[in-house]
T-cell receptor
């Protein structure tokens, strides 16, 4: 496999559930990102990791908890979500977290919170 | 406040009918402007980066241009496979990390 892979592709969860989104990049990149994409809204940056260290936390509620065990893997742990958290969650990677690096995105996880 | 506005929201073209998408931006010190393409059910795919006013880049039927206030994505003789959402994003000087500010996109439909 090449590029950025996200699992699962679709997820339906209740507000009391706990679930995790997984992202894996096969590009040898050092920076990984979580973005949220809602209908009619711009992509929102959630978290940035550089060399497994979190360097950006964009005022995201604590019900979203990221984890980066190594430079190839990124997780987003979800608990007690709200219906307004329903969205497409995109993972991305770049060579490093410099401000002009192009991003490589996965296909996303479409999350529905009931 | 940094802002990116894309227009139109949606555009329907006949195959071969050339047109342009607009991305206007307000940012305190532009470091770079990016164009991405997003197909349904997929993540955005990088197209171009522009760094300074007057710069142009081309790829197949697409040409991106940049001024001090806006960028255009020109589509020449489009084909149905060009149908997608086109996203514009900017990054400014002074940011500590790669923090792109995205627009809401233009949904392009090219009919055969």
């Amino acid at each position: 496999e090449t590029g950025v892979t996200q699992t699962p592709r679709h997820l339906v969860m209740g507000m009391t559930n706990k679930k995790s989104l997984k992202c894996e990049q096969h590009l040898g990149h050092n920076a990984m990102y979580w973005y949220k994409q809602s209908a009619k809204k711009p992509l929102e940056l959630m978290f940035v990791y550089s060399l497994e260290e979190r360097v950006e936390n964009n005022s995201v509620p604590s019900r979203f908890s990221p984890e980066c065990p190594n430079s190839s893997h990124l997780f987003l742990h979800l608990h007690t979500l709200q219906p307004e958290d329903s969205a497409l969650y995109l993972c991305a990677s770049s060579q490093d977290d410099a401000t002009n690096e192009k991003l490589f995105f996965g296909s996303g996880t479409q999350l529905s919170v009931l | 406040e940094d802002q990116v506005t894309q227009s139109p929201e949606a555009l329907r073209l006949q195959e071969g009918e050339s047109s342009s998408l607009n991305c206007s931006y307000t940012v305190s010190g532009l470091r770079g402007l990016f164009w991405y393409r997003q197909d349904p059910g997929k993540g955005p795919e990088f197209l171009f980066t522009l760094y300074s006013a007057g710069e142009e880049k081309e790829k197949e039927r697409l040409k991106a241009t940049l001024t001090k206030k806006e960028s255009f994505l020109h589509i020449t003789a489009p084909k149905p496979e060009d149908s997608a959402t086109y996203l514009c994003a900017v990054v400014r000087y002074g940011g500590a990390t790669n923090k792109l500010i995205f627009g809401t996109g233009t949904l392009l439909a090219v009919q055969p």
